[in-house]
C-alpha cells in the first residue's frame, strides 16, 4: 500500500516562527531603518553644507548636532565642536533653528516597524496557511498546517503491493464475511435493488497476531477504494475536545471520498465503556471522543458508502452503544488459526525466504500448535535469520523447528551457565514432568525436552505436542495437565527431598487450571454447573473475575487447593514407581541437554 501520511506538525511551531519574524524585524530591519533616516556626516560636510546653504532644519542637543537638508528629505547627525562662530553662520546660512526635535527615525515609521508589519506578517500567514490547509483537507499529501484537531487518517491508495484476501491464510470465515463488503463496494446497485443495507460498521474482533489489521487491509484492497486507517490511541490528544474534532474530520473527509473505508485500528483506546459521569477526573476526553464517534455513526445512511471497519483484542471492554445494532452491528471473529490455517500461513510466509524445498510445513504447524499468524510469521523469519547466522543459503526443516522454540519459548541462552548441581535439579525437573506425562493416559506426548536455559528465564522445557487440534478437553485431560505440571516439583522432592523456586510458572499454571476447572467448567462436586467466574479480556489471556459471596470464594479455594494436591500425590506416586526410569533419563537429560521425544520414548520403553 502506498501510505501518504500527513506529517503531523504541532500549532506552536508555526507561532514560533512568527515569534521569530518579529524578533529578526526588531533586530535586523529596525537599527538599519534607523541608521538610514539619520545620516552620519564628520564635521566637515556640516561645515560646508552650512557654506552652501543647503541647511534647512537644524538643532544643537548638548553633545551632537542633528539636521536637515533643504527639502527636509534627509536628517544628518554629526558630533559637537567647539565652533563659536557657528550659530551665525547656520544663521546666515538661512538655516531654520528648531526647537522641536528632529525625531532619528519618525515615531510613525519606528511604531509601523516594531508593531503593524508584524502582526501583518501574522495575519496574513495565518490565512495564507489556512487557506493552504483548506485546499488539501481531504488527506491530501502535503496538508501540513495548523492540523491540530485534524485526523492523520492514513489515506492507503491502490498500488500493487497492496494486501489482497489471498495474502491472508486460516481465518476463511472471517474472509467470507469481509467478501460481502467487498461486493457491496463493487456493486452497491445490486444491494440497493433489493433494499438491502450494508452494516456501518464491522467490528474484527481477535488474540493479537490474528491478522486483524491486515484482514481490514486486504477488504481495501480487494474493493479498490480509498482507505481511511486511523487507531484508536491516535484519537486520545492531549487537550480535551481535539479527539472528538479529530472523529468530526475522519468523517468529513471520508464522507467527501465515498465510496471508502473508514479502519479505527485498536477501537478499545476510545471505545471503552464509559464510566458514568460520577467519577471524579474520570477520562473525559476519552467520552468526548466516543461520544463523537457515536454521533458521526449515526449521522450517516447506511448505503452512504462509507463502511467502517474496527479491530480489537478486548470486545467485552467495548461500550455497549457502540455495539448496538445501527453502529458496528456485526461482529467478525478472527481467531487463532488451526492446524491447517498454521500450515497455509507458514507456506505463504516461507515464499518470501529461500528454503531447501523439502521442508514439512504440516510438523513445524504441528508443533507451533497456538501461535498466531504474527509469531508463524516470526517463526518463518526467525529460521531464515538462524540459516544466514550458520552461512547457508537456505533455510532447512531443522531451522524451523528451532525457531519455534526461539520463538514459543525465547532464545537459547547458551552463555547462561549453570552450576553442576543446578543442571541435575533442572535435568530430574523436567524428566519430572515428560515422565509424568508419559506415564498417563490422555496426555499429548512429548516432543522435547531440553535444559538449555532460554532468556525468557525458564530453565528448561518439555514441549508436549498434540496430535491435530483439540477443542474439548475432559476432566481427566485436564487433571493430567495438573498432575504433569507438578511433576516437576515432585521429582525434586523425590530425589533431592528439598524444593526450589524452578516450579514457580508450573504452580502458577496449575492453580489457573485447578481454578478454572472449579468455577468456570463444572468440573467439582460441591458446585456441579454454576459458573462462579467470567472471563474477562479472554483473547488477551483472560483475566477471571469471580461473581460469588466471600464464603463460596473459600470453597473453591479449598477444592482448587485439594484438587492440586491430588494431582501432586498422583505425580509423586508415579516417579517413585518409576525411579529407575527417572534417574537414567535424567541422567541422559543431563549429558545431552537436548532430547527428542523418540530418544525419550526409546529409553523409557527399553
Ligand atoms: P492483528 O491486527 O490481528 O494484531 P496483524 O494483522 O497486525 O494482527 O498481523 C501482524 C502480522 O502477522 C501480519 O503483518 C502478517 O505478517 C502476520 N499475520 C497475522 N495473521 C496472518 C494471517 N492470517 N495470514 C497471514 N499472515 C498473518
Ligand atoms: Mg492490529
Ligand atoms: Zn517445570
Known amino acids: 500500500m502506498n501510505e501518504i501520511k500527513r506529517p503531523k506538525t504541532p500549532l506552536i511551531f508555526y507561532y514560533l516562527i512568527v515569534l521569530f519574524v518579529i524578533m529578526l524585524v526588531n533586530a535586523l530591519v529596525m537599527p538599519r531603518l534607523a541608521e538610514r533616516a539619520v545620516q552620519e556626516v564628520d564635521y566637515g560636510t556640516f561645515m560646508s553644507m552650512t557654506e552652501k546653504q543647503e541647511i534647512g532644519k537644524v538643532q544643537i542637543q548638548s553633545n551632537q548636532i542633528l539636521f536637515t537638508n533643504k527639502d527636509n528629505s534627509t536628517v544628518y547627525r554629526t558630533g559637537l565642536m567647539d565652533d563659536p562662530g557657528l550659530v551665525e553662520r547656520l544663521y546666515a546660512s ?11 527615525a519618525s515615531p510613525l515609521v519606528s511604531f509601523i516597524f516594531s508593531w503593524v508589519l508584524p502582526i501583518a506578517i501574522f495575519v496574513i500567514l495565518g490565512q495564507f496557511l489556512s487557506r493552504k490547509m483548506m485546499d488539501k483537507a481531504g488527506g491530501g499529501p502535503g496538508s501540513l498546517m495548523f492540523n491540530m484537531g485534524k485526523s492523520n487518517a492514513r489515506v492507503y491508495v491502490k498500488s500493487s503491493d497492496g494486501i489482497r484476501f489471498s495474502d491472508v491464510e486460516g481465518v476463511d470465515e472471517a474472509e467470507n464475511n469481509l ?18 443495507t450494508m452494516p456501518k460498521g464491522v467490528l474484527l474482533v481477535g488474540p493479537p497476531g ?13 474493493a479498490n477504494v480509498p482507505f481511511f486507517s486511523m487507531s484508536g490511541s491516535e484519537f486520545v490528544e492531549m487537550f480535551v475536545g481535539m479527539g472528538a474534532s479529530k472523529v468530526r474530520d475522519l468523517f468529513r473527509q471520508a464522507k467527501e471520498k465515498a465510496p471508502c473505508i473508514v479502519f479505527i485500528d485498536e477501537i478499545d483506546a476510545i471505545g471503552q465503556k464509559r464510566s458514568g459521569g460520577s467519577q471524579i477526573g474520570g477520562n473525559d476526553e476519552r467520552e468526548q471522543t466516543l461520544n463523537q ?28 452503544a457502540l455495539t448496538r445494532p445501527g453502529r458496528f452491528d456485526r461482529q467478525v471473529p478472527v481467531e487463532l488459526p488451526d492446524l491447517k490455517g498454521r500450515e497455509a500461513i507458514l507456506k505463504i510466509h516461507a515464499k518470501k525466504i529461500k528454503t531447501t524445498g523439502d521442508i514439512d510445513y504440516s510438523v513445524i504447524a504441528r508443533m507451533a500448535s497456538g501461535a498466531s499468524g504474527a509469531e508463524l510469521a516470526n517463526i518463518v523469519n526467525e529460521a531464515a ?12 526443516q531443522e531451522d524451523f523447528e528451532a525457531s519455534i522454540e526461539t520463538v514459543i519459548a525465547g532464545y537459547e541462552k547458551k552463555s547462561a551457565i549453570l552450576s553442576d548441581k543446578e543442571k541435575h535439579i533442572v535435568a530430574y525437573h523436567e524428566i519430572g514432568h515428560a515422565l509424568v506425562a508419559a506415564m498417563q493416559t490422555h496426555s499429548a506426548p512429548v516432543q522435547k525436552i531440553t535444559i538449555i536455559p532460554r ?17 474439548l478437553m475432559s476432566k481427566e485431560e485436564l487433571e493430567n495437565k495438573i498432575a504433569t505440571l507438578t511433576g516437576g516439583r515432585a521429582a525434586e522432592e523425590l530425589v533431592f527431598g528439598s524444593v526450589t523456586t524452578g516450579a514457580s510458572n ?3 499454571q496449575a492453580t489457573k487450571l485447578a481454578r478454572s476447572m472449579v468455577s468456570r467448567f463444572g468440573m467439582s462436586e460441591d458446585f456441579d454447573m454454576v459458573a462462579m467466574a467470567t472471563v474477562q479480556d479472554k483473547y488477551l489471556g483472560g483475566d477471571t473475575s469471580f ?13 482448587v487447593i485439594a484438587l492440586v494436591k491430588q494431582q501432586h500425590e498422583k505425580a509423586s506416586k508415579i516417579l517413585a514407581d518409576n525411579r529407575a526410569r527417572l534417574d537414567e533419563l535424567a541422567k541422559y537429560l543431563y549429558e545431552k541437554e537436548s532430547i527428542t521425544g523418540e530418544e525419550f520414548m526409546k529409553i523409557l520403553n527399553a
Open 506 to 508: 508450573d504452580i502458577e
Open 179 to 196: 467478501a460481502e463488503i467487498v461486493d457491496y463496494l463493487h456493486n452497491p446497485e445490486k444491494y440497493r435493488e433489493i433494499g438491502a
Open 547 to 559: 461473581s460469588c459471596s466471600d464464603d463460596t470464594q473459600t470453597k473453591i479455594d479449598a477444592e
Open 455 to 471: 532468556t525468557s528465564g525458564a530453565l528448561g522445557y518439555t514441549l508436549q505436542v498434540d496430535e491435530g487440534d483439540h477443542y
Open 385 to 396: 535469520l538462524r540459516a544466514v547466522r550458520d552461512n547457508r543459503k537456505a533455510a532447512t
Open 293 to 320: 464517534l457515536l454521533t458521526e455513526m449515526d449521522g450517516f445512511e447506511g448505503n452512504s458508502g462509507v463502511i467502517i471497519l474496527a479491530a480489537t483484542n478486548r470486545p467485552e471492554s467495548l461500550d455497549p
Open 94 to 104: 538661512g538655516a531654520e533653528f528648531t526647537s522641536e526635535i528632529i525625531e532619528q
Open 210 to 222: 490474528t491478522g486483524k489489521t491486515m484482514l481490514a487491509k486486504a477488504v481495501a484492497g480487494e
